[in-house]
T-cell receptor, first 114, second 109 residues
Framework: DAEITQSPRHKITETGRQVTLACHQT?????MFWYRQDLGHGLRLIHY???????NKGEVSDGYSVSRSNTEDLPLTLESAASSQTSVYFC?????????????FGPGTRLTVL | ELKVEQNPLFLSMQEGKNYTIYCNYS?????LYWYRQDPGKSLESLFV?????AVKQEGRLMASLDTKARLSTLHITAAVHDLSATYFC?????????FGAGTRLTVKP
């Protein structure tokens, strides 16, 4: 069955370190998204991609970067982790943009920055 | 800037009762989604509403969309404990999805 996976599921790191969170989907969806979830804020969009070599900034992109070298993967990199980036991160994907853009979410990665 | 507001943020209700969760948004959009999240879990899609007047029902949940009022509602009928979860609405603004803060629903026996 097609799915979307994230790794690691839990990560503890130190301030200033570079961290990369992986997201892999097997639906062959063109669109992929990264969100962070914090109490009281719902989900906030970090970056998104409409296809290979395409990346776009979302609402809270500062301190994060993404790259899209193939359809299946959109890794999220924290260049220099900060305590404010402690959060739960969700990856999602959706079919090619059109009138129906339901997003399918991965299981999440809980990141703690000490 | 697109803003999405849900209310209430917390809802405690007894089994068998009815209630409505509201989702207001600030800019024109005709694509609205409802998701459910159980504690420690990912988001599960409940409803996709794609046009003004759209109404979708699944079991004890019914969602509707009024694009002119920029309002969606999630109505709960005869609540049961299994519906306890956090419910999010999300508004799609050309793939820039904005989520409400969520409504944490607790259904008590």
């Amino acid at each position: 069955d097609a799915e979307i996976t994230q790794s690691p599921r839990h990560k503890i790191t130190e301030t200033g370190r570079q961290v990369t969170l992986a997201c892999h989907q097997t639906w062959n969806h063109n669109n992929m998204f990264w969100y962070r979830q914090d109490l009281g804020h719902g989900l906030r969009l970090i970056h998104y991609s409409y296809g290979v070599q395409d990346t776009n900034k979302g609402e809270v992109s500062d301190g994060y970067s993404v790259s899209r070298s193939n359809t299946e993967d959109l890794p999220l990199t924290l260049e220099s982790a900060a305590s404010s980036q402690t959060s739960v991160y969700f990856c999602a994907s959706s079919p090619t943009s059109g009138s129906y853009n339901e997003q399918f979410f991965g299981p999440g990665t809980r990141l703690t920055v000490l | 800037e697109l803003k999405v507001e849900q209310n209430p943020l917390f809802l405690s209700m007894q089994e068998g009762k009815n209630y409505t969760i509201y989702c207001n948004y600030s800019t024109t959009s005709d694509r609205l989604y409802w998701y459910r999240q159980d504690p420690g879990k990912s988001l599960e899609s409940l409803f996709v509403l794609l046009s003004n007047g759209a109404v979708k029902q699944e079991g004890r949940l019914m969602a509707s969309l009024d694009t002119k009022a920029r309002l969606s509602t999630l109505h709960i009928t005869a609540a049961v404990h299994d519906l306890s979860a956090t419910y999010f609405c999300a508004v799609d603004n050309n793939n820039d999805m904005r989520f409400g803060a969520g409504t944490r629903l607790t259904v008590k026996p």
